[in-house]
Structure formats: structure tokens, C-alpha cells
């Protein structure tokens, strides 16, 4: 007995027989000259004309599936229409280097990035770069936990310069993306983070933030717990990261040339300081550390053509050795916050047998690193 004759019955069966011939015949009754979706539309019309013919009750029952079978055929021609290409994908080891070698480029250029958070003491010991660059690993590797101090990222800048590419992309995989509207309004749906550990807020105008959510961002980047409404309901949403992305500055900037050769270039906020009361404007700025891209740093052509696309593994295997090296350079004392290096040597240790994979490295070797980071951080 064949699969169709045990799922439906033979009521079903012929209904939709008779609607496949009732559809041809009223397809070869259309004009040549309809477009696609004026084809559709004039396919449904009338077939549930014929069938209100025969009986007004019949298009109760079938109308829903007559507009999948329309749907269903048209999307068929389409596919029959177009190619379809499979482009070779380099492995994940090379991808990693790439991503590597570019992410590096990326944010070591002082030239065509600035850093910038409000209170310095949120630094401890460590440089911006050495922040940034252990919070976007952090981001990849953990899932967070209440109150944990950590500023949130906040990427900013010219378009089409790599904060997508290198940032924003090869965390989807962990992230509850919520865009930007022309109200600056979201939908009920918008804090449905279900087992996702990220929010991204993709190119939003940095007046999005100070908007009707202003609250909302303000808990749950201090990872506090904060009570949202979805859909019918409301609930207290777990911990989570928080990574905004925008063509405006939340922070004023000061860009200064390599070497001391020029003059120094001072970027003001985007923030309208007369439309957000000041302390509204610091409570959000102070949780956030930004990223400012002034314009697109100089990478090599043949990285830029194999760069299609990088996903989660990508970034973790590219920045692993450069997280441990600066967790091998500093010591507790030297972090603001201990969840920070808690976080990156949880993160390390998770994606260790990944990176020994990957690379072919020495699992002794890797072990005794993991093991000696354990000790000078005080995690065993």
C-alpha cells in the first residue's frame, strides 16, 4: 500500500483530484499575458467561483487548501525557472585563519577604529582592545549569569566596513535578532528569546534605545532580572548578552593618528542630548562598551574573496589563541569584574577538544595551558 493511501482517506484523495482538474482547466483559461501574482490571484477567484456554482459550503472546506495548492504550484515554477549554484566552501580550519587574520586587521587599526566606555574603572588593568576582544568571546562561548558586571558591546560606524561580517553574523547562530522600525516601535514577540543566550539589536538608530524599551535595555544589560510582556503573557527573561549594532555613536570619540602625525579627529555622540534626560543618557551609556568603525581598515584581497561567510565556530577557533594569551598576560587583580575571566576560561575549556581538532595541536600541551590558567585565576 502506498504512503498516500495509508495518510489519507478516499474522500481526500478524490477532493483533491477534483481540484487539480478544475484548476487546469481554469489555467488554460487565463490569459498569456497575466504576471505571476495576478496569475494567482485570478487562479483562486475563479475556482472558488466555480465551486460557490456547485455548492457555497464547498468553499468553506476547500478554500484553505485550494490557496496551497496555487501557492505551492507557483512556488514550484519558480524553483523550475532559476539555478541553483553550490560554491565549494573552504574548511573550517581556513576559514578560522582567515577570520583570524581579518578580525585582527579589524580592531587593531587605530586609525580607522576607536574604543571608547564611561567609566575607565570598568577596564581594571586591561587595554580596550584586550576587553572587547575577551567580551565578543565570551558572547560565542557562555551563557550568562545574574549580575555579573560585564559591559555589553555596542558597534558602531560606517557601513559596509566588516561589523557584520565580523561581528554581528557569526553570532546568529546564538542570537534573538530585533531590527529597527520607522516608529522605532517592536513587536509583541520581540523579548522570545527561548533557549537563545543573545540579543542583537541589528542597525538601530542609537534613539532606539533611549525609546519606550529605555528600562527594558537598562536591566538587562546589568543582567538583572527584567519582566517583559510576550505576546498574552509576561515573563522574567533569563540572563542574557546584549549586542547593539548602529550607524550612530553612543559615545563622543576621540580618534588619534598613528605616531602623533596629524591632529587628533573628536567624533560626537548621536545621542540628541535635549530630547534624553542626562541621567537616562549615562544609565545606558555606562553599561556599554562601543566599537566605532570611522572607515573600512586595509585587509588582503584574497581574504576578502574567501570571506562569504563566517559562522560561530569560525570567530571562537580565530580569537582562542589570542583570548589566552591575554589571560596568560594578566592576572585576577588585573579584571574589574571576575566573572569576565571566569567566563573566557569556562569558554576556553568548552571549545578546547574543537580547537585541538582544528589545528592538530597537542592535547598535553593545550591540557597543561587549560590547567595552568585554572590555577592562576583560582578556578579548580
Not at 495509508?6 to 504576471?35: G, R, Y
Not at 467561483?49 to 512556488?75: C, D, F, M, Q
Not at 534605545?209 to 522574567?236: C, F, M, N
Not at 589563541?321 to 592576572?331: S, T
Request: charged share 25%; hydrophobic share 35%.
Amino acid at each position: 500500500m502506498k504512503i498516500r493511501d495509508q495518510l489519507l482517506s478516499k474522500k481526500d484523495i478524490e477532493t483533491e483530484s477534483f481540484l487539480q482538474d478544475l484548476m487546469e482547466q481554469v489555467a488554460s483559461e487565463l490569459p498569456e499575458h497575466l504576471t505571476e501574482s495576478e496569475r494567482n490571484t485570478e487562479m483562486i477567484k475563479k475556482v472558488v467561483g466555480r465551486l460557490h456554482s456547485i455548492g457555497s459550503s464547498l468553499v468553506l472546506k476547500l478554500n484553505p487548501l485550494i490557496k496551497t495548492i496555487v501557492e505551492y504550484k507557483s512556488a514550484l515554477q519558480t524553483e523550475g525557472d532559476l539555478a541553483t549554484i553550490n560554491v565549494p566552501e573552504l574548511g573550517v580550519r581556513e576559514k578560522s585563519e582567515i577570520y583570524k587574520r581579518m578580525f585582527y586587521n579589524f580592531v587593531s587599526d587605530q586609525e580607522c577604529v576607536s574604543y571608547k566606555i564611561s567609566n575607565k574603572s570598568d577596564l581594571g588593568n586591561l587595554c580596550h582592545q584586550e576587553l572587547f576582544v575577551l567580551t565578543l568571546f565570551v558572547f560565542a562561548t557562555c551563557r550568562r549569569t545574574r549580575s555579573d558586571g560585564l559591559l555589553q558591546l555596542f558597534v558602531s560606524g560606517k557601513s559596509s566596513t566588516g561589523k557584520s561580517k565580523l561581528i554581528e553574523f557569526p553570532l546568529l547562530q546564538l542570537a534573538h535578532q530585533t531590527v529597527s522600525s520607522s516608529s522605532g516601535e517592536a513587536g509583541c514577540g520581540r523579548f522570545n528569546l527561548n533557549s537563545k543566550s543573545l540579543i542583537i539589536l541589528t542597525d538601530i538608530p542609537v534613539s532606539h534605545l533611549y525609546g519606550h524599551d529605555l528600562e527594558h535595555w537598562k536591566t538587562i544589560s546589568r543582567a538583572e532580572p527584567t519582566t517583559v510582556k510576550v505576546h498574552s503573557s509576561t515573563q522574567v527573561l533569563p540572563p542574557c548578552f546584549l549586542l547593539a549594532t548602529s550607524n550612530d555613536r553612543l559615545h563622543d570619540h576621540v580618534v588619534r593618528p598613528k605616531n602623533g602625525a596629524g591632529l587628533p579627529r573628536y567624533l560626537t555622540s548621536s545621542v540628541d542630548s535635549k530630547r534624553v534626560r542626562p541621567e537616562h543618557l549615562e544609565a545606558l551609556r555606562c553599561r556599554f562598551l562601543e566599537f566605532h568603525v570611522l572607515k573600512a581598515c586595509r585587509q588582503d584581497p584574497e581574504d576578502l574573496r574567501n570571506s562569504d561567510l563566517f559562522r560561530r565556530n569560525h570567530l571562537v577557533l580565530g580569537i582562542y589563541d589570542w583570548v589566552m594569551q591575554i589571560l596568560v598576560l594578566h592576572a585576577p587583580a588585573d579584571f574589574a569584574s571576575k566573572h569576565l575571566y571566569h567566563y573566557a576560561v569556562s569558554g576556553l575549556q568548552k571549545n578546547s577538544e574543537l580547537y585541538r581538532q582544528t589545528f592538530e595541536c597537542s592535547s598535553e600541551d593545550l591540557e597543561k595551558t587549560m590547567l595552568n590558567l585554572k590555577i592562576n585565576y583560582n578556578l579548580l
